[in-house]
T-cell receptor, first 110, second 113 residues
Framework: KNEVEQSPQNLTAQEGEFITINCSYS?????LHWLQQHPGGGIVSLFM???GKKKHGRLIATINIQEKHSSLHITASHPRDSAVYIC????????????FGEGTQLTVNP | KAGVTQTPRYLIKTRGQQVTLSCSPI?????VSWYQQTPGQGLQFLFE???????NKGNFPGRFSGRQFSNSRSEMNVSTLELGDSALYLC????????????FGPGTRLTVT
C-alpha cells in the first residue's frame, strides 16, 4: 500500500463543473503539497498547507490532519485546468523528503 | 526573479556511460532537491542538499550521486547508466531545508539506449 493515495486516478469533466481530487496518507506529516504538472513535465506548486484551508483563485485546498486527508477543489473548471495533479507529503520522520501520490489526470472538455 | 533552471533539457546516452545534470536554484534559495519521474514508479525523491551538505538520500543505488556548490548550484551524476535510468529528472529549490515550499525546474529528460 502506498503511503500517499490519490483518487480518482483519472477524471474527465465538462467546462464549468466543480472538481474534487482527494488525497489520503498513512504517515505523520508536517505539511502537504498540491502540485500541478502539465504535458512536457513542468511542475508548479499550487499549495503547501499543514492545517485548515487555502484558496487561490478558483482553487481551494483543505486538509484534515486528524483524518489524514486532503482535498483539492477546482471551481468553474476550464480546459486549461487539464493537467496531472499530484499530492505530496513531508513525512514527519524523514524531515526533508517529499513522498508523492501517483497523480490524478484531469481532462476538462469545452 | 528567475526561476529554477536545469541543463541540459534533453539528453541521450548509451548504457554504461555516465551523465551529469545541472540545477541552478532561485536566487537566495539554499536548498536543492532532486527527483526522478518514470511512468512506472512516478515521482521519487533522490536527495536533498543544503549548504553544500547532503541532508537526505532516497532509496537509489550508489550510482546516483550529487553535490552542491557554494553558490547553491547543484549537480547530480549517474554512472554506469542502465536502461531503467531513462526518466525525467527534476530539481526543486527552496529557501531553507526541510518542509518549505518547493519550486521546480523544467526537468532534464534522459533517455538511455
Amino acid at each position: 500500500k502506498n503511503e500517499v493515495e490519490q483518487s480518482p486516478q483519472n477524471l474527465t469533466a465538462q467546462e464549468g463543473e466543480f472538481i474534487t481530487i482527494n488525497c489520503s496518507y498513512s504517515v505523520g506529516i508536517s505539511a502537504l503539497h498540491w502540485l500541478q504538472q502539465h504535458p512536457g513535465g513542468g511542475i508548479v506548486s499550487l499549495f503547501m498547507l499543514s492545517s485548515g484551508k487555502k484558496k487561490h483563485g478558483r482553487l481551494i485546498a483543505t486538509i484534515n490532519i486528524q483524518e489524514k486527508h486532503s482535498s483539492l477543489h477546482i471551481t468553474a473548471s476550464h480546459p486549461r485546468d487539464s493537467a496531472v495533479y499530484i499530492c505530496a507529503v513531508w513525512e514527519e520522520t524523514s524531515g526533508s523528503r517529499l513522498t508523492f501520490g501517483e497523480g490524478t489526470q484531469l481532462t476538462v472538455n469545452p | 526573479k528567475a526561476g529554477v533552471t536545469q541543463t541540459p533539457r534533453y539528453l541521450i546516452k548509451t548504457r554504461g556511460q555516465q551523465v551529469t545534470l545541472s540545477c541552478s536554484p532561485i536566487s537566495g534559495h539554499r536548498s536543492v532537491s532532486w527527483y526522478q519521474q518514470t511512468p512506472g514508479q512516478g515521482l521519487q525523491f533522490l536527495f536533498e542538499y543544503f549548504s553544500e551538505t547532503q541532508r537526505n538520500k532516497g532509496n537509489f543505488p550508489g550510482r546516483f550521486s550529487g553535490r552542491q556548490f557554494s553558490n547553491s548550484r547543484s549537480e547530480m551524476n549517474v554512472s554506469t547508466l542502465e536502461l531503467g535510468d531513462s526518466a525525467l529528472y527534476l530539481c526543486a529549490s527552496s529557501l531553507l531545508a526541510g518542509a518549505y515550499e518547493q519550486y521546480f525546474g523544467p526537468g532534464t529528460r534522459l533517455t538511455v539506449t
